[in-house]
C-alpha cells in the first residue's frame, strides 16, 4: 500500500521559511513525479512545484521555494522562503508514475497523479 506523508506544516510570519516534507512508504520515488498542490480555503488545488527528470514551478513561486528529493530516505522536500501571506493552505504532496524516459510534463492537472498524502496546513501572518 503506497502512503505519502506530509509534514512541516505550521504556522509563520510574512517573510519566514517552512521546510515541508513528503515521505513515502510502498513505493519509491526514483521513477515517479512527484509534485507539491496547495488548496486554500474556497479555491481550486492548484499546482505549486514538481520535480522528476525536470524541475518545475509555478509562477508565484519562482525564486522563492525549492524542490528536492533524497533517494535515501526516499523523501521530497518543499523549501518555502519569502513566505507571503497568500500562500497560506492546505500543502498536498503527489506522485506521478512516470515511463522509464520520464514525464514529460509535470505541471498538470491534479488528476494526473496516482498517490496522495493527507495534507499539511501552512498559515502565513501578515
Known amino acids: 500500500q503506497v502512503q505519502l506523508v506530509e509534514s512541516g506544516g505550521g504556522l509563520v510570519q510574512a517573510g519566514g521559511s517552512l521546510r515541508l516534507s513528503c515521505a513515502a512508504s510502498g513505493r519509491t520515488f526514483s521513477s515517479d513525479a512527484v509534485g507539491w498542490f496547495r488548496q486554500a480555503p474556497g479555491k481550486e488545488r492548484e499546482f505549486v512545484s514538481a520535480?522528476?527528470?525536470?524541475?518545475v514551478y509555478a509562477d508565484g513561486v519562482k525564486g522563492r521555494f525549492t524542490i528536492s528529493t533524497d533517494n535515501a530516505k526516499n523523501t521530497v522536500y518543499l523549501q518555502m522562503n519569502s513566505l507571503k501571506p497568500e500562500d497560506t493552505a492546505v500543502y498536498y504532496c503527489a506522485a506521478k508514475p512516470c515511463p522509464i524516459q520520464g514525464c514529460r510534463r509535470l505541471e498538470v492537472p491534479p488528476n494526473e497523479y496516482l498517490y496522495w498524502g493527507q495534507g499539511t496546513q501552512v498559515t502565513v501572518s501578515s
Open positions: 520535480i522528476g527528470r525536470i524541475t
